[in-house]
């Protein structure tokens, strides 16, 4: 027995000294680097969850595929051009990148890609490193647009860094203190690349001049076309700024982190000191917590998952599992006074009070104020409410001005960075698909019509309005769209109508019929569209919505709480011979249960594509805070843009498209039916 003891200590403190060893070996390489800084910036604590696989990190997967929604490879690529001739340092590996930048310092001149820089525990990639002689222009590149061309547009009256610039300076800023400590000799001088609002395109097609590929890894990177001329370079969409200015502020900025004021350099050291030996920083709950990428759900942490979320809350709150059954400030609809909640010790809905929330009834307009309906959401959640809450007269008051039939239509929509046509500016908005469905007065439910130009290169504004024309000039209905998005791209497009110098027949028409159906200029034409989400704000609630009005999360509701739905959707109707005419279902079947649970409609639609993680597919459709609504569509245009994609995958993605374009107009078409029904058959305020 002893000699049994005496061996599992032996044993055990083998492995106590191995798993030391593995994390020594692992520590040695633990880098702050821009993104990890970028991290710490948002909030410490999550430089302990970064990286560990046992965490749940909600965080795209595909850093490409995120860039690739925002422009972000394309600005990359052309800035490389701006700076032609450059070595681009493509190994992953921490050594060999600097070994192979150090090298290339030695030269005169050099213009370097993604050169590595290091100093202690501080390890950056620069995109664009220009050395001429004893001076180093460090580049950031950013798919971000400015229309000035000094660092004054960055400096705020109020605060030292004007908040939407602040991530942006910050990171130029570390990535200067990392360059200028680690190369003393030199003069380093940093610059921000921004995407110039006023310049245009100088020729036709740049944009398809950069291509995506994978490698045999399944890596991503863009092969830029041997078309490229000079002419293509010749007008400058992206421009360089010196932000020396901006970086002396921040470098000269106290920073209230971890309880304690420390200027930059201190809180960098900190931050590097705490990632490399692995020591978490104490959480303290602010605003970042409302869209936290290290939080589980209740599943995943029953599957053996960890949640930063959570450990913060326990830690700084000294909540227990119950805790987290109650509703939170960050649940709260529109709530603009996080910062001050939380000073004020205030963290679930059931703390706060009308004073908090200062609810007032809007006398000039019907339907719920914006705190009335906070108010509504914390008293549902307090009291445990699931019933929804419905103002029939309100809404039936609306419905009774509508002409039928009624027309249901959803826009996808891109913002290229590189336009598709010369003389067009950078980010001019294209309108690439429409969904239509009309319901009739006797309730006739049918898909009408839809929308689609994925051909690469063109632009596609015009056409796009001539189809919706088409579908929408037979009679005066009502037209809906759900949020302004739809009003929004019509005006854009009217403003490129105007301001087209080619000859174009039907101009006139076009233009009249947009201004009809729109608000443009506070001006609201005859058959300006009815937002549907508006109408959801002021007469409709359910708790199962919590804190969103997304179509996304109100058409789940809407199946849960209206049986009328339910029934008429669990039947193969849509898409059928005697149903529902439908473009691109057939025999469907929308209200589907699995586990006592009635599933999202949009879990049913066939994936876009299938070559990227299920994980960052949900973050595109569902759950990206970043990309919201459509995310799936837009990043599925732009690969269908900027990918050689085989035919049979190009027409997969394209009836993909179309299916998902259709579902939110029939998730309005829904919405409108149960209201209709709840009005006939329910009455009254819930």
Same mark, same amino acid.
């Given at each position: 027995?002893?000699?049994?003891?005496?061996?599992?200590?032996?044993?055990?403190?083998?492995?106590?000294?191995?798993?030391?060893?593995?994390?020594?070996?692992?520590?040695?390489?633990?880098?702050?680097?821009?993104?990890?800084?970028?991290?710490?910036?948002?909030?410490?604590?999550?430089?302990?969850?970064?990286?560990?696989?046992?965490?749940?990190?909600?965080?795209?997967?595909?850093?490409?595929?995120?860039?690739?929604?925002?422009?972000?490879?394309?600005?990359?690529?052309?800035?490389?051009?701006?700076?032609?001739?450059?070595?681009?340092?493509?190994?992953?590996?921490?050594?060999?990148?600097?070994?192979?930048?150090?090298?290339?310092?030695?030269?005169?001149?050099?213009?370097?890609?993604?050169?590595?820089?290091?100093?202690?525990?501080?390890?950056?990639?620069?995109?664009?490193?220009?050395?001429?002689?004893?001076?180093?222009?460090?580049?950031?590149?950013?798919?971000?647009?400015?229309? $000035?061309?000094?660092?004054?547009?960055?400096?705020?009256?109020?605060?030292?860094?004007?908040?939407?610039?602040?991530?942006?300076?910050?990171?130029?800023?570390?990535?200067?203190?990392?360059?200028?400590?680690?190369?003393?000799?030199?003069?380093?001088?940093?610059?921000?690349?921004?995407?110039?609002?006023?310049?245009?395109?100088?020729?036709?097609?740049?944009?398809?001049?950069?291509?995506?590929?994978?490698?045999?890894?399944?890596?991503?990177?863009?092969?830029?076309?041997?078309?490229?001329?000079?002419?293509?370079?010749?007008?400058?969409?992206?421009?360089?700024?010196?932000?020396?200015?901006?970086?002396?502020?921040?470098?000269?900025?106290?920073?209230?982190?971890?309880?304690?004021?420390?200027?930059?350099?201190?809180?960098?050291? $900190?931050?590097?000191?705490?990632?490399?030996?692995?020591?978490?920083?104490?959480?303290?709950?602010?605003?970042?917590?409302?869209?936290?990428?290290?939080?589980?759900?209740?599943?995943?942490?029953?599957?053996?998952?960890?949640?930063?979320?959570?450990?913060?809350?326990?830690?700084?709150?000294?909540?227990?599992?119950?805790?987290?059954?109650?509703?939170?400030?960050?649940?709260?609809?529109?709530?603009?006074?996080?910062?001050?909640?939380?000073?004020?010790?205030?963290?679930?809905?059931?703390?706060?009070?009308?004073?908090?929330?200062?609810?007032?009834?809007?006398?000039?307009?019907?339907?719920?104020?914006?705190?009335?309906?906070?108010?509504?959401?914390?008293?549902?959640?307090?009291?445990?409410?699931?019933?929804?809450?419905?103002?029939?007269?309100?809404?039936?008051?609306?419905?009774?001005?509508?002409?039928?039939?009624?027309?249901?239509?959803?826009?996808?929509?891109?913002?290229?960075?590189?336009?598709?046509?010369?003389?067009?500016?950078?980010?001019?908005?294209?309108?690439?698909?429409?969904?239509?469905?009309?319901?009739?007065?006797?309730?006739?439910?049918?898909?009408?019509?839809?929308?689609?130009?994925?051909?690469?290169?063109?632009?596609?504004?015009?056409?796009?309005?001539?189809?919706?024309?088409?579908?929408?000039?037979?009679?005066?209905?009502?037209?809906?769209?759900?949020?302004?998005?739809?009003?929004?791209?019509?005006?854009?497009?009217?403003?490129?109508?105007?301001?087209?110098?080619?000859?174009?027949?039907?101009?006139?028409?076009?233009?009249?019929?947009?201004?009809?159906?729109?608000?443009?200029?506070?001006?609201?034409?005859?058959?300006?569209?009815?937002?549907?989400?508006?109408?959801?704000?002021?007469?409709?609630?359910?708790?199962?919505?919590?804190?969103?009005?997304?179509?996304?999360?109100?058409?789940?509701?809407?199946?849960?709480?209206?049986?009328?739905?339910?029934?008429?959707?669990?039947?193969?109707?849509?898409?059928?011979?005697?149903?529902?005419?439908?473009?691109?279902?057939?025999?469907?079947?929308?209200?589907?249960?699995?586990?006592?649970?009635?599933?999202?409609?949009?879990?049913?639609?066939?994936?876009?594509?299938?070559?990227?993680?299920?994980?960052?597919?949900?973050?595109?459709?569902?759950?990206?805070?970043?990309?919201?609504?459509?995310?799936?569509?837009?990043?599925?245009?732009?690969?269908?843009?900027?990918?050689?994609?085989?035919?049979?995958?190009?027409?997969?993605?394209?009836?993909?498209?179309?299916?998902?374009?259709?579902?939110?107009?029939?998730?309005?078409?829904?919405?409108?039916?149960?209201?209709?029904?709840?009005?006939?058959?329910?009455?009254?305020?819930?």
């Amino acid at each position: 027995m002893i000699h049994l003891s005496r061996s599992l200590l032996i044993l055990s403190l083998q492995k106590d000294y191995a798993l030391k060893l593995v994390r020594r070996i692992k520590m040695k390489n633990r880098y702050l680097t821009k993104s990890r800084f970028k991290l710490a910036m948002e909030c410490p604590t999550k430089l302990f969850y970064t990286g560990k696989e046992e965490y749940v990190n909600k965080s795209f997967d595909d850093s490409f595929l995120k860039s690739l929604a925002d422009g972000g490879f394309q600005v990359g690529e052309l800035a490389k051009l701006y700076y032609s001739g450059g070595h681009d340092i493509v190994t992953l590996d921490y050594k060999e990148a600097l070994e192979e930048t150090n090298k290339l310092l030695q030269e005169e001149n050099c213009i370097i890609y993604e050169a590595a820089i290091k100093y202690k525990n501080f390890f950056v990639r620069v995109d664009i490193l220009v050395k001429e002689g004893n001076r180093i222009k460090l580049i950031e590149v950013k798919a971000k647009s400015t229309s $000035e061309t000094t660092d004054a547009q960055f400096l705020g009256k109020r605060v030292p860094i004007v908040s939407g610039w602040k991530p942006y300076i910050e990171d130029i800023a570390f990535q200067n203190y990392v360059a200028k400590n680690a190369l003393p000799a030199y003069e380093i001088i940093p610059y921000l690349m921004l995407v110039n609002k006023n310049s245009i395109a100088p020729t036709d097609g740049l944009n398809q001049k950069f291509k995506i590929v994978k490698d045999q890894d399944g890596r991503s990177s863009v092969r830029i076309s041997d078309q490229i001329t000079d002419e293509d370079l010749s007008e400058k969409l992206l421009i360089p700024i010196n932000v020396e200015t901006a970086c002396k502020v921040v470098y000269e900025q106290m920073y209230n982190y971890m309880n304690k004021q420390f200027k930059f350099d201190e809180l960098i050291h $900190e931050f590097a000191y705490h990632y490399k030996e692995d020591i978490r920083i104490d959480p303290i709950i602010t605003n970042n917590y409302k869209d936290y990428e290290f939080k589980a759900t209740v599943a995943e942490i029953k599957a053996g998952k960890k949640s930063g979320y959570h450990e913060s809350f326990k830690d700084a709150l000294g909540w227990k599992d119950i805790d987290f059954e109650d509703d939170t400030i960050f649940d709260l609809w529109d709530n603009r006074s996080i910062d001050k909640q939380l000073d004020q010790g205030k963290v679930k809905l059931l703390d706060l009070t009308t004073e908090d929330i200062r609810v007032k009834k809007n006398d000039k307009e019907p339907g719920l104020s914006r705190t009335e309906r906070q108010w509504l959401q914390i008293e549902k959640s307090v009291k445990k409410d699931t019933n929804y809450w419905f103002d029939k007269e309100g809404l039936e008051k609306e419905m009774n001005q509508w002409t039928y039939p009624l027309h249901f239509i959803d826009f996808e929509t891109s913002q290229p960075v590189i336009p598709f046509n010369k003389g067009r500016k950078p980010y001019e908005g294209i309108a690439f698909q429409f969904s239509h469905h009309i319901v009739y007065k006797d309730g006739v439910v049918e898909h009408k019509g839809e929308y689609l130009n994925v051909e690469p290169g063109v632009f596609p504004n015009y056409e796009f309005v001539r189809a919706l024309k088409q579908e929408l000039d037979n009679d005066d209905g009502t037209i809906f769209m759900y949020s302004n998005h739809e009003n929004t791209y019509l005006n854009k497009i009217y403003k490129q109508l105007e301001a087209e110098q080619e000859e174009i027949e039907d101009r006139d028409e076009l233009l009249s019929f947009i201004r009809s159906m729109t608000k443009y200029k506070n001006e609201e034409g005859p058959r300006m569209m009815v937002d549907m989400l508006e109408l959801v704000k002021k007469y409709y609630y359910d708790p199962l919505m919590r804190g969103s009005n997304s179509i996304k999360v109100v058409l789940p509701a809407i199946l849960n709480s209206s049986k009328f739905i339910r029934e008429k959707y669990s039947k193969p109707v849509y898409g059928a011979d005697n149903g529902i005419k439908s473009l691109n279902f057939t025999d469907w079947t929308w209200v589907k249960e699995e586990d006592g649970k009635i599933l999202d409609p949009y879990t049913l639609l066939p994936r876009l594509f299938s070559d990227i993680s299920k994980k960052d597919y949900d973050l595109l459709s569902f759950d990206s805070d970043e990309l919201k609504d459509g995310g799936a569509a837009m990043t599925a245009y732009g690969r269908l843009q900027f990918e050689n994609i085989p035919n049979e995958i190009r027409s997969s993605i394209a009836d993909g498209l179309l299916k998902y374009c259709e579902l939110d107009t029939l998730a309005m078409v829904i919405i409108y039916e149960a209201w209709k029904d709840m009005i006939k058959n329910e009455g009254g305020v819930s």
